[in-house]
C-alpha cells in the first residue's frame, strides 16, 4: 500500500486478506486434496485393523471418524502460518494498521473452508464405508462443520505458537490434542445420540456454543502468539 | 501497594526476600508433612471396607488438588506477565510448570496404585482419572513450549498466552469428560471420596493438603531461586551476596 492511499475498512481488509489467502490455497489443489486423502486412508485402517465385523464397526464408526477427523485438522494445524512466515508475510500483517487478529482470523477461516469444511461434506462417504446407520449422516456432518471449526482455530493458537520453532510438528500435537478433548467428546456423543435415535440437538448446540466462543477468544490468542513468534 | 510490586519485579530484592521466605517456609512445609504423613499414616482409624489400603489418600488428594491449583498459579503469572511484562512473573510461571506436571503425576501413579486393591484393576477410565491425565498433558505442553524456544522472553510469553487459553477451556474439559464418563458409565464404580468422610480422616488430609500448598510454594521459590541464581551469575549484587555469605 502507497503511504497515500486511503485505508481500507476493517471489513475490506478483512476481505481482502480472505480472498489472498483463498487464492494461495487454491493453486496448489493437491495441498487441498492431501488431507482428505489422509482422512480416508486413515479410516480403511481401521476395518483392517479391527476386523470387517460390520456390527462392530458401525458401533465404533462415531469416534473412528471423529478422531480422524481430529488428526487431519492436526496435520493441517501444522503449515497454517509456515509458508506465511517463512517469505515475510507475516511480519508486514503484524506492521499493517489493522488488528493482527482480525487479518489473521481471515486467513484461518479460507484455511477451515479448504480442510474441516471439505472433510465435513465429504464424511458421509467414509461414513456408509464403515456402516454408520443412515439416521447418523446428518448430524455427523453437522457435528463435523461445528467441530472443525473449533479444531481449526485451536490449531491454529498451536500453529502460532510453534511456527518459529524448528520441528515443531510434534510439539504442536502436545499443545493441542488436550485442547481438543471436549470437541471430541461432544461430536462423538452427538452422533452415536442420533444413531441411537435419540436427539442430538442438545450436542450440536454445544458444539455450536464452543465454535462461537472459539472464534470469539482463539483470534486474540493467535495475534499476541503470532507476535511473540515474530519477536523470538 | 505498587512500591510493593514494583519491589517484587526487581531481582536483588525478591532474591533477598524469597530468601528469608524459604527460611520460615522450609521447616514449616517439612513439620507439617511429618505431623500429616504421622497423623493419617498411623493415627487414623483404618476405613471399615478398604481397609489400611485407603492411606493412600493422604498423598493422592492433596497431590491432585495442588496440581490442578498450579495450573491456575501458572496461569495467573502468566497473565502478569503479559500484561505488565515483570520478569519475575515469568520466572514465576516457569517455576510452577515443571513441580505441576510432577504433581500431576504423583496424583496419578498413587490413583493407579490405590485403584489395583480397590477396583482390581491398574486403570480406570473414571472421570477423574481421565481429566487428571488431561491435565498432565496441558503442563507438559507448557514444559515443552518452553523448551522448544531459544529465546526465553519469548518462550515465557508463548508459555503465557497457552496456559491462558488452558485456564479458559480447563473448565470445559472438566464438565465434558464428566458427561462422557456418565454417559458410558453405569454408577457402579464409584469413589469413596464423594461419601462423607469421617472427621478423624478429614482432619489429617487438610493438614497433608496445606502441607502440599507449602510444598508447592517452597519448590517453585527454591525453582524461582535457582533460575535468578544462573541468569543473573555474571551480575554485581549476587556476587556481592555470594562474597557476603
Redesign the interface.
Known amino acids: 500500500m502507497s503511504p497515500d492511499s486511503p485505508l481500507l475498512s476493517l471489513h475490506a481488509a478483512f476481505t481482502r486478506q480472505f480472498f489472498r489467502h483463498m487464492r494461495s490455497l487454491m493453486a496448489s489443489p493437491a495441498d487441498v486434496a492431501n488431507p482428505l486423502l489422509f482422512f480416508f486412508m486413515v479410516v480403511t485402517l481401521f476395518p483392517l485393523g479391527l476386523g470387517p465385523d460390520p456390527e462392530r464397526l458401525a458401533a465404533i464408526a462415531p469416534g473412528i471418524l471423529w478422531v480422524v477427523a481430529l488428526l487431519a485438522s492436526l496435520m493441517v494445524s501444522a503449515k497454517l502460518f509456515a509458508s506465511d512466515f517463512e517469505d515475510g508475510s507475516l511480519e508486514q500483517l503484524a506492521l499493517a494498521p489493522y488488528p493482527l487478529a482480525v487479518l489473521v482470523l481471515a486467513e484461518v477461516a479460507a484455511h477451515w473452508l479448504t480442510t474441516g469444511f471439505l472433510l465435513a461434506l465429504v464424511s458421509p462417504l467414509f461414513a456408509i464405508m464403515l456402516g454408520l446407520p443412515e439416521q447418523g449422516l446428518t448430524t455427523l456432518v453437522v457435528s463435523l462443520l461445528f467441530g472443525t471449526m473449533c479444531l481449526t482455530l485451536?490449531g491454529a493458537?498451536g500453529s502460532a505458537?510453534?511456527v518459529?520453532?524448528r520441528r515443531?510438528g510434534l510439539?504442536l500435537s502436545?499443545?493441542i490434542?488436550?485442547?481438543n478433548?471436549?470437541v471430541l467428546?461432544?461430536g462423538t456423543?452427538a452422533v452415536a445420540e442420533a444413531v441411537m435415535g435419540g436427539n442430538p440437538a442438545s450436542w450440536l448446540a454445544l458444539l455450536a456454543g464452543?465454535a462461537l466462543g472459539s472464534l470469539v477468544?482463539?483470534p486474540l490468542?493467535m495475534g499476541?502468539?503470532l507476535r511473540?513468534?515474530l519477536?523470538? | 501497594m505498587w512500591s510493593i510490586i514494583h519491589k517484587m519485579g526487581s531481582p536483588p530484592w525478591f532474591f533477598r526476600f524469597s530468601g528469608t521466605l524459604v527460611r520460615w517456609l522450609l521447616p514449616v512445609t517439612i513439620s507439617l508433612l511429618l505431623v500429616g504423613a504421622f497423623w493419617g499414616l498411623l493415627v487414623a482409624p483404618p476405613d471399615f471396607r478398604q481397609g489400611n489400603s485407603y492411606r493412600i489418600i493422604y498423598i493422592h488428594v492433596p497431590a491432585a488438588v495442588v496440581a490442578l491449583a498450579g495450573y491456575y498459579v501458572m496461569a495467573l503469572a502468566g497473565a502478569v506477565s503479559?500484561i505488565w511484562r515483570i520478569k519475575m512473573a515469568d520466572i514465576t510461571m516457569r517455576a510452577a510448570a515443571p513441580v505441576g506436571a510432577v504433581l500431576t503425576a504423583i496424583a496419578l501413579v498413587t490413583g493407579a496404585i490405590w485403584g489395583k486393591p480397590t477396583w482390581g484393576a491398574w486403570w480406570v477410565w473414571d472421570a477423574r482419572i481421565t481429566s487428571m491425565l488431561?491435565?498432565f498433558?496441558?503442563y507438559?505442553?507448557v514444559v515443552?513450549?518452553f523448551q522448544?524456544?531459544?529465546?526465553k522472553?519469548?518462550?515465557a510469553?508463548?508459555c503465557a498466552?497457552?496456559s491462558?487459553?488452558?485456564t479458559?477451556?480447563i473448565p470445559?474439559?472438566y464438565?465434558?469428560?464428566d458427561?462422557?464418563y456418565s454417559?458410558h458409565q453405569p454408577a457402579s464404580i464409584k469413589f469413596t471420596g464423594e461419601s462423607a468422610i469421617d472427621s478423624s480422616m478429614l482432619y489429617p488430609l487438610l493438614l497433608m493438603i496445606l502441607a502440599f500448598y507449602c510444598l508447592f510454594a517452597l519448590t517453585v521459590l527454591l525453582n524461582m531461586r535457582a533460575d535468578l541464581v544462573w541468569a543473573h551469575r555474571e551480575s554485581s549484587w549476587l556476587k556481592q551476596l555470594a562474597g557476603g555469605a
Open positions: 485451536i493458537v505458537l510453534t518459529s520453532i515443531g510439539l502436545l499443545l490434542i488436550p485442547l478433548v471436549p467428546i461432544f456423543t464452543l477468544i482463539t490468542a499476541a502468539a511473540v513468534s519477536d523470538s | 503479559l488431561i491435565l498433558f496441558l507438559l505442553g515443552a513450549l522448544a524456544y531459544e529465546n522472553t519469548a518462550a510469553r508463548a498466552v497457552l491462558l487459553v488452558g479458559v477451556n470445559i474439559i464438565k465434558s469428560v458427561w462422557w454417559l
